[in-house]
């Protein structure tokens, strides 16, 4: 799978661009991560999401006529706009990834996701496919939430069958 989608990951001690630091980025087919080390907050949990946030973003790319972005914005709080993109976001100090109840129960994981569809995507992307029990406790209490996994879900097993929502709450299960 990741042959297929993903030809290089590159590895810095930082990122910055537009005058901002971040954790990761991504181009056609190749993903860019900082790792400035665990003791400034790139703990392995955060390598391993910041991975699967880029990489859902190149599949997002890809497999554009696959990803049901009309369905999934119905499940957003009509009162919650996306704001604009992630780099404003980051810009505006509006970036951050921590899960918060007050933004699962408007169809976002956490502040982040209401920069844009696709960190909206990414965000839930990241939560997936990292066995996040955080992750799953937000699908299992919000319906919102559960309903874009839902989606998301479906999204990864078209691209491949084994791809299952038992397989990604096994994941939760060895964390």
């Known amino acids: 799978f990741l042959k ?3 030809r290089k990951v590159y590895v810095a ?8 630091s971040y954790g990761g980025t991504n181009s056609t087919d190749r993903i860019y991560l900082a790792n400035r ?3 400034r907050g790139y703990t392995d949990s955060f390598f391993e999401g910041s991975f699967h946030h880029e990489l ?5 790319r890809r497999h554009r006529r696959k990803v049901p972005r009309r369905e999934w914005i119905k499940f957003n709080d009509p009162a919650t706009p996306y704001r604009s993109n992630g780099t404003q976001a980051v810009k505006e ?3 951050s990834t921590r899960y918060s109840s007050k933004y699962q129960e408007k169809g976002f ?3 982040y996701a209401t920069a844009s569809f696709e960190e909206d995507f990414n965000m839930m992307a990241e939560g997936l496919l990292t066995g996040s029990k955080g992750f799953w406790k937000a699908v299992d209490s919000h319906p919102r939430i559960e309903s874009k996994c839902g989606l998301l ?4 097993g078209e ?4 791809f299952t929502e038992e397989y990604f709450r096994a994941l939760a299960k060895t964390r």
């Open 93 to 95: 100090g509006t970036a």
């Open 153 to 156: 879900i479906k999204f990864y």
């Open 109 to 111: 994981l956490a502040q």
């Open 37 to 39: 080390g665990a003791r």
């Open 13 to 20: 001690h930082s990122l910055s661009f537009y005058g901002l």
């Open 159 to 162: 691209l491949d069958p084994f």
């Open 4 to 6: 297929k989608h993903v």
């Open 56 to 60: 859902s973003s190149i599949l997002l």
